[in-house]
C-alpha cells in the first residue's frame, strides 16, 4: 500500500514526501491499535520464530520502521519517475501551477528550436479543474492560490522595500508613543520624519507602475487617496497628510507651533499605519495561505489518528462482548471481601470508583473461576485488571482450565503488572476456566472475557 497509494496521491498534489509521511504515520497508528493489540499472537510468533532471543514487546518497533521504509521508498520513486510520470500516464488530476513570467513555456519546455515537435503535455482544461476531485485538491494544496499570492507578492525587492517601511513605521511608533518616557520626552519631528520614510517605502512596495525608487512626485502619484481618507477620515486630513509628505526637508517641522507638530505626527501615523498594512496584505495572504495549507493537511492526520487511537478499543470491547463465551455464565470466587461489587454503579463494598466485578480477601493463591455451562473450543482469554490502584497485587497469574473442577491445567502465566492481559494459544477444549494468582495476595478484575 505505501508503494502504490502514496505515488498516486503524491503525483496528484505534488507533494510526495508529505503525502508519504502523513500516511506513513496513520498507518503505523493502525498498525499498532489493530494487529499489535489486536493480533499480538502473529506477530510475537514470527518475532521469536526469527530472532528467538527477543522478547514479545519487539513487534510494534519492527512494524512502525517496516511502514516508514515502504513509505520512504514510496516518495523516492515518485520524486525519481517524476520526469517521466507524464508521459506514461497523462494523469487527469495533475495540478499546473501558474507560468510566471520567466518560467518559460513550463516543464516541458526547451531552448533547442528541434525540439519544438514535441508535444507537452496538455494543461488541464476548464473541465478538469471544475471536478470535484481537481477542487478537492486544491482546497488541500492551495497550489494555486499560492502562485497567485506569490506573484502579487512581487520581487525581492519589493519585499525588501516592505521590510523598510515596517521598520521605519515601528521605529517611529516607538519614537512617538514611547512605552518607556525618553529622558528628553518624545519628539513628533523625528517621529513624523519616519512615519514619511515609512510612507515612501510602502508606496514603492504597493504601486505596480513603481518599478525602481520613485521620486518624491511619483511617489505622490501613486499615492492611494481612498485608502487615506479611510484611515483620515476627511479631505481636509489627506490634503495635510499629502503637503506633509510633499515637505523638502525635516527641518520644515521644527519651525512649526507644537500643536501643529502635534497634529502633523498624528495624521502621518495613521496614514502611514493604514499605506504598511496595505503594503503587507500579500506577505499575510501568503502566511494565511501556508497556515491553511498545513491545517488541512493535518487535520485528517490528526483525526484517522484519534480514530485509530479511541475507535479500535471499543470497537474491540464490543466485539469481545459479543463473542464472550463467559458472559451470562456462573462465576465464583476463593472469597470475598465486604458487599459484593456493583460495577456498573462503579462501587464495591462500601468503595467508589472502582469498576471491578469481585473482590478477595488476602489469602493464599486468590482465585476466580467460570463456568462455561459445557466443554467449549477456545482459543483466547481476555483479562482486565483494576484500573483505578493495586495492579501489582493480580501478577503473577496464571491461568488454567479443567474439565471437573478437580484436576487442572496452566495455559498461559504473566508474571508482570497489567492492566489489559490477552492470552492467545492453541484451541482448548474445557467448561472451566480459572484464573489464580500464584502466592499470598488480593484478587480484584474487571473483566474476564473467554474467545474463541
Same mark, same amino acid.
Given at each position: 500500500?505505501?508503494?502504490?497509494? $502514496? +505515488? ?48 514479545? $514487546? ?110 521605519? @513605521? ?11 518616557? @525618553? ?45 487615506? /481618507? ?151 482469554? /481476555? ?33 508482570? +503488572? ?35
Amino acid at each position: 500500500l505505501g508503494c502504490v497509494i $502514496a +505515488p498516486l496521491l503524491a503525483c496528484s498534489l505534488g507533494y510526495g514526501a508529505l503525502v508519504s509521511a502523513l500516511f506513513g504515520l496513520t498507518t503505523l497508528f493502525i498498525y499498532w491499535n489493530f494487529v499489535v493489540q489486536w493480533s499480538p499472537v502473529y506477530s510475537s510468533h514470527f518475532i521469536n520464530w526469527r530472532f528467538p532471543s527477543m522478547n514479545s $514487546a519487539l513487534p510494534a518497533e519492527f512494524g512502525a520502521l517496516t511502514v516508514l521504509c515502504w513509505f520512504a521508498l514510496g516518495a523516492a520513486a515518485v520524486h525519481l519517475l517524476r520526469p517521466t510520470l507524464p508521459a506514461v500516464w497523462p494523469h487527469p488530476l495533475r495540478f499546473a501551477r501558474p507560468v510566471r513570467a520567466g518560467d518559460g513555456a513550463g516543464p516541458h519546455s526547451s531552448e533547442d528550436p528541434g525540439a519544438a515537435s514535441v508535444a507537452a503535455p496538455a494543461t488541464p482544461g476548464p473541465s478538469s479543474e471544475s471536478s470535484t476531485l481537481a477542487r478537492l485538491g486544491e482546497w488541500f494544496s492551495r497550489r494555486r492560490a499560492l502562485g497567485t499570492a506569490l506573484d502579487l507578492a512581487g520581487t525581492p525587492e519589493r519585499r525588501e522595500w516592505r521590510r523598510r517601511a515596517r521598520l521605519a @513605521f515601528d521605529h517611529a511608533t516607538r519614537v512617538h508613543e514611547p512605552a518607556e518616557p @525618553f529622558g528628553l520626552g518624545a519628539s513628533p519631528v523625528v517621529a513624523s520624519e519616519l512615519y514619511r520614510e515609512a510612507c515612501y517605502w510602502a508606496i514603492a512596495a504597493s504601486s505596480d507602475a513603481v518599478t525602481s525608487l520613485p521620486s518624491r512626485e511619483q511617489l505622490l502619484g501613486a499615492l492611494d487617496r481612498t485608502l487615506v /481618507k479611510r484611515a483620515l477620515e476627511s479631505d481636509e486630513a489627506v490634503e495635510r497628510f499629502q503637503a506633509s509628505l510633499a515637505r523638502p526637508w525635516f527641518g520644515d517641522y521644527a519651525n512649526d507651533a507644537p500643536g501643529e507638530q502635534a497634529l502633523a505626527a498624528a495624521e502621518l501615523a495613521r496614514g502611514a499605519r493604514a499605506l504598511v498594512e496595505a503594503a503587507e496584505l500579500p506577505e499575510r495572504k501568503i502566511e494565511t495561505l501556508r497556515a491553511q495549507r498545513l491545517l488541512r493537511f493535518a487535520a485528517p492526520v490528526v483525526v484517522l489518528a484519534a480514530l485509530a487511537l479511541f475507535v479500535p478499543p471499543i470497537v474491540s470491547d464490543w466485539l469481545d462482548a459479543r463473542h464472550d463465551l463467559a458472559a451470562g455464565k456462573r462465576w465464583r470466587t476463593s472469597s470475598q471481601w465486604g458487599a459484593p461489587c456493583d460495577p456498573e454503579r462503579g462501587r464495591c463494598a462500601g468503595v467508589t470508583g472502582t469498576r471491578i466485578l469481585f473482590h478477595t480477601n488476602e489469602e493464599s493463591s486468590p482465585w476466580v473461576e467460570f463456568d462455561l455451562g459445557k466443554e467449549t473450543f477456545f482459543s483466547t482469554v /481476555k483479562v482486565r485488571n483494576r484500573t483505578d490502584c493495586c495492579q501489582e497485587r493480580a501478577a503473577p497469574l496464571v491461568l488454567e482450565l479443567s474439565h471437573d473442577r478437580q484436576k487442572w491445567r496452566e495455559i498461559a502465566r504473566r508474571n508482570d +503488572p497489567f492492566e489489559t492481559w490477552t492470552a492467545h494459544f492453541a484451541p482448548k477444549r474445557a467448561r472451566y476456566v480459572r484464573a489464580r494468582v500464584l502466592g499470598r495476595s488480593i484478587l480484584h478484575l474487571e473483566r474476564v472475557t473467554v474467545l474463541e
